[in-house]
């Protein structure tokens, strides 16, 4: 496999990518913070995807531009928009019931604890390894190089995926098949 | 002719009885009945027409290899000599008509199928026994008998007594197969083969100690089998089965595969003198309890029992005098003859309203002449009168035992002719009892299927005249059997001394049949106690037994079971399973069902590796 | 060489515990579900991040699996959601506690 190395040659790209990558982190990391602190699922659903575009700016970044491509498609385009749905069909949104569901404080106390020493942690794990604190080359992947690998090396990967894909949308029709018996109740209930 | 054609023999059955075992319930009773008479006629009418390859050394042959591992191998095969094709012969003959007879006797029972599956599946094994040619083979059907016998004492089992009775018959005689077991091994061990004729041929090599040692041990399993002392106390009980069972089994042919297997392993059984020695003493004392016993017996097939077990013994004495002819004569003589009053007893009991107790019997001459015509002549054979089979059959093991001329063979001898005496006085005490005097039963009788009564006079005929099969030469016979066995009588006694023996045994007769005449002729309502209640208990074996194993047994069990088994172990398990219970209860409240608190389980366990790595890392 | 490799891994943990922080503390499932998908994108992050690093390729590729496997996953949970819905007419997971001890 032919990997495409450009050195690169301008400086004023590389400070400019560096502060553009910081501003990008701490997008994502507010939108996050934001999404999974609402109350309401469809607030939450809208900040995730802005993080979401947030993150595939950051793949663009680290050099893999049709990564950044389907992060946008496919999680930002289709599951999100998925999550949408779902939430609009099971009418969540607006029942005051919603409000009961989201977080107090007594449920987030143990969690911060739990989440606070794993950062704690890691960020010391990542800070001890020192082979880590190089920076990363300028450096992207061609679609050509990525099209070779995926079909080539891991050509076998990818069927095996696609049956699981082909599996997943069997089962998702059988689970989410309404049955018989209980539509005709829902009918009765209806009436 | 085919040699392979012999394992129709056994395996006719074998069919008739597994076709019975699976579909018979379904089939009409008649149809059942039919399949299991015809499958062994049909073995009958094969042993017949395989006659001639019994002739000289006999033929073997080999179906397929049954088991085979290292040095080790048994087949299925067959040892057709002149000694199993007699056996043979007799078996199925005999069989075929007790099968007759049984489709009549047990017209009116609602198991025909499970009966009949149960009485071919025993010819079969029978069989198995007689005509293996090697021990394991022998083995197998030794252990068949044992189970069908089992299966038929305790047909009726839903009394409590009959199914006893089976299983001690069963437990009984699995004692003496032990023994058996241990001579197989042990045999195996010695020469490294279980071929019988191989067995017999190089039998002279072993050691005069482990000889007699391997004999005892076989006659320890004939015992069993042929409920000899002291493992004779299953064989009265056994007659809680349905008579034509009791004809079949207990008269006719299980009860002397112990007899047939002495006989079979004879040549390296006549190589120990202490063996026997011990073999004749162990049939010589049979003879004499049996006979005592079945003078106070009252039940009829109890009486019939303990005159079987006494005739073996003449074949165990037959053997330990060293005349497998004598013996094999006696065994079919007495085959016959049993089998017919055995029979002739089942029709008794059917006449007399299924009564059993001859006390309450009697008169039954004028009620059907047939019958009493026919028992007649059983006990004729059975007491020895002169000219009949049992007479000459009996007559040869005696003079056998009294040629050899030592002076233990004399006290073999005059025991012998005391057994024949009381022979002859308990078959006729029999006789006078159910058929003479006035009617003493109370219920009125019901009447006799034709099959029952058609089959007898063939076995009538069998045993009267049963004693032209080896007519000694004194009568001008020529001792067919002896040859054809190839075991030449070898008794060559003084014309004067011959004779006089035969009038001795005649006054024996006649003086059993005498005193049982005065007696009896008249019923004279015998008291039970005393020294009666004493024979009628069969000399209270049974409560020996009882005192001397089978309690200390119990007691053993009942400690193995309340300390060993309730207190130790299954206090110990009771206890772990409480303790995990209780414990099981904290843990219990861990499952709260709660996605949320699993998945902080997942993340705590998360922060635990982690921790991990950065300990590693720090290190 | 634009950031040091930490600062990415950083970056990644934060997005991570984030979605492990909403995992355990809603109750909603829809909210579990959306903090399963940040989890599973700060995972993203690390391998293209690493794929940069080395200048290797697979790391992507890894990624695209995720995806795949991120949207298989993601209609079979909402498949479940709506069923789930439908038998409680809620989407509390605490109303889900048939498997009690």
Same mark, same amino acid.
């Given at each position: 496999m032919t990997i495409t190395r450009r050195a690169s040659p301008v400086n004023g790209f590389t400070t400019m990518a560096t502060v553009i990558f910081y501003i990008l982190g701490t997008i994502t990391v507010i939108a996050t913070l934001l999404a999974i602190t609402r109350r309401n699922p469809v607030h939450a659903v809208i900040y995730l995807v802005n993080s979401f575009f947030a993150l595939a700016l950051l793949f663009y970044l680290l050099g893999a531009p049709l990564v950044a491509a389907w992060e946008v498609i496919i999680y930002a385009g289709a599951i999100m928009v998925l999550f949408l749905f779902i939430i609009m069909m099971l009418e969540l949104a607006p029942t005051p019931a919603a409000d009961r569901l989201g977080p107090t404080w007594w449920q987030w106390l143990p969690v911060l604890l739990l989440?606070?020493?794993?950062?704690?942690?890691?960020?010391?794990?990542?800070?001890?390894?020192?082979?880590?604190?190089?920076?990363?080359?300028?450096?992207?992947?061609?679609?050509?190089?990525?099209?070779?690998?995926?079909?080539?090396?891991?050509?076998?990967?990818?069927?095996?995926?696609?049956?699981?894909?082909?599996?997943?949308?069997?089962?998702?029709?059988?689970v989410g098949k309404p049955e018989a018996r209980s539509s005709k109740q829902a009918e009765e209930e209806g009436r | 002719m085919n040699p392979l054609l012999l394992f129709m023999i056994p395996f006719l059955p074998l069919l008739g009885g597994v076709f019975n075992a699976c579909c018979g319930s379904r089939l009409p009773q008649r149809l059942v009945a039919a399949v299991a008479v015809l499958s062994v006629a049909g073995?009958? /009418? !094969? *042993?017949? &027409?395989?006659?001639?390859?019994?002739?000289? $050394?006999?033929?073997?042959?080999? /179906? !397929? *290899?049954? &088991?085979?591992?290292?040095?080790?191998?048994? $087949?299925?095969?067959?040892?057709?000599?002149?000694?199993a094709a007699i056996m043979t012969l007799m078996v199925t003959g005999v069989?075929?008509?007790?099968?007759?007879?049984?489709?009549?006797?047990?017209?009116?029972?609602?198991?025909?199928?499970?009966?009949?599956?149960l009485l071919n599946l025993f010819v079969f094994a029978m069989l198995c026994i007689v005509l293996a040619d090697n021990l394991l083979f022998l083995f197998l059907g030794w252990e068949g008998v044992g189970f069908c016998s089992y299966g038929l004492i305790g047909f009726w089992y839903r009394k409590t007594e009959n199914a006893s009775a089976g299983r001690k018959a069963f437990i009984v005689t699995r004692i003496g197969d032990l023994f058996f077991a241990i001579a197989l091994l042990w045999l195996f061990r010695e020469f490294g083969t279980i071929l019988i004729e191989q067995i017999n041929a190089r039998a002279g090599e072993l050691d005069p100690l482990l000889l007699t040692v391997l004999t005892l041990l076989l006659l320890g399993g004939a015992c069993g089998k042929s409920a000899q002392l002291p493992l004779m106390t299953w064989l009265p009980d056994a007659m809680a089965g349905p008579t034509p069972v009791s004809a079949l089994i207990h008269a006719a042919t299980m009860v002397t595969a112990g007899v047939y297997l002495l006989c079979r392993m004879f040549p390296l059984v006549s190589l120990s003198a202490t063996g026997m020695a011990a073999i004749a003493l162990v049939g010589v004392l049979t003879a004499l309890y049996a006979a005592s016993c079945a003078v106070a017996q009252r039940e009829i097939k109890r009486v019939l029992a303990y005159s079987t077990m006494s005739q073996i013994g003449y074949m165990f004495l037959a053997v330990g005098v060293g005349s497998v002819s004598g013996a094999m004569f006696h065994l079919l003589t007495h085959a016959f003859f049993k089998a017919l009053l055995f029979m002739g007893a089942g029709c008794v009991i059917h006449l007399a309203g299924d009564e059993n107790d001859i006390y309450r019997m009697g008169g039954l001459k004028g009620k059907s002449p047939q019958v009493f015509w026919l028992f007649l002549i059983g006990i004729l054979c059975l007491a020895g009168t002169p000219l009949t089979g049992g007479f000459f059959s009996k007559d040869q093991i005696l003079l056998t035992a009294f040629a050899r001329g030592d002076g233990f063979s004399a006290i073999l001898w005059g025991l012998g002719v005391l057994t024949a005496g009381l022979t002859s006085f308990y078959s006729f005490r029999l006789l006078y009892l159910v058929?003479?005097?006035?009617?003493?039963?109370?219920?009125?009788?019901?009447?006799?299927?034709?099959?029952?009564?058609?089959?007898?006079?063939?076995l009538a005929l069998f045993g009267l005249f049963g004693g032209l099969l080896n007519l000694p030469h004194l009568f001008g016979g020529h001792q067919w059997l002896s040859d054809w066995l190839g075991q030449p009588a070898g008794v060559s006694l003084a014309l004067g001394a011959e004779l006089g023996l035969l009038l001795l045994m005649l006054i024996f007769f006649g003086g059993g049949w005498l005193i049982a005449h005065l007696r009896y002729r008249n019923y004279p309502g015998d008291e039970q106690a005393g020294w009666r209640s004493f024979l009628l208990a069969g000399w209270q074996f049974d409560r020996l037994y009882e005192f001397i194993l089978v309690r200390p047994y119990r007691t053993v069990c009942r400690f193995c079971w309340q300390g060993g088994e309730r207190a130790l172990i299954d206090g110990v398990m009771e206890g772990i399973a409480r303790l995990c219970l209780h414990w099981g209860g904290y843990a219990r409240k861990l499952t709260t069902g709660q996605v949320a608190f699993y998945l902080q389980g997942f993340a705590w366990g998360l922060l635990l590796i982690v921790g991990w790595f950065l300990l590693s890392a720090v290190k | 060489m634009i950031v040091p490799l930490e600062h990415v891994l950083f970056l990644s943990t934060i997005l991570f515990v984030l979605g492990l922080g909403c995992?355990?503390?809603?109750?909603?499932?829809?909210?579990?579900?959306?903090?399963?998908?940040?989890?599973?994108?700060?995972?993203?992050?690390?391998?293209?991040?690493?794929?940069?690093?080395?200048?290797?390729?697979?790391?992507?590729?890894?990624?695209?699996?995720?995806?795949?496997?991120?949207?298989?996953?993601?209609?079979?949970?909402?498949?479940?959601?709506?069923?789930?819905?439908?038998?409680?007419?809620?989407?509390?997971v605490r109303a889900f506690d048939e498997m009690r001890g």
């Open positions: 989440a606070a020493a794993l950062v704690a942690c890691t960020l010391l794990l990542i800070g001890l390894d020192t082979s880590a604190a190089q920076g990363i080359p300028h450096w992207y992947a061609t679609p050509r190089d990525f099209g070779y690998a995926l079909f080539g090396k891991y050509a076998l990967a990818v069927e095996v995926v696609s049956f699981q894909l082909l599996f997943a949308a069997v089962g998702a029709f059988y | 073995s009958f /009418l !094969f *042993s017949l &027409l395989l006659w001639p390859l019994g002739e000289g $050394d006999g033929t073997r042959t080999v /179906l !397929f *290899s049954w &088991l085979q591992s290292g040095g080790f191998t048994a $087949d299925a095969g067959i040892l057709f000599d002149p000694l069989a075929t008509l007790i099968h007759l007879y049984a489709a009549g006797y047990m017209e009116h029972d609602e198991n025909q199928a499970r009966f009949f599956a058929f003479f005097g006035e009617q003493r039963q109370a219920e009125k009788g019901h009447a006799l299927s034709p099959l029952m009564l058609w089959t007898l006079p063939l | 995992v355990l503390a809603r109750r909603n499932l829809i909210m579990i579900l959306i903090g399963v998908e940040i989890m599973l994108n700060a995972v993203g992050l690390t391998l293209v991040g690493a794929s940069a690093f080395w200048q290797q390729v697979d790391g992507q590729i890894m990624v695209i699996f995720l995806m795949a496997m991120t949207s298989a996953e993601v209609s079979i949970s909402l498949a479940m959601v709506v069923y789930l819905n439908r038998r409680k007419g809620t989407v509390d």
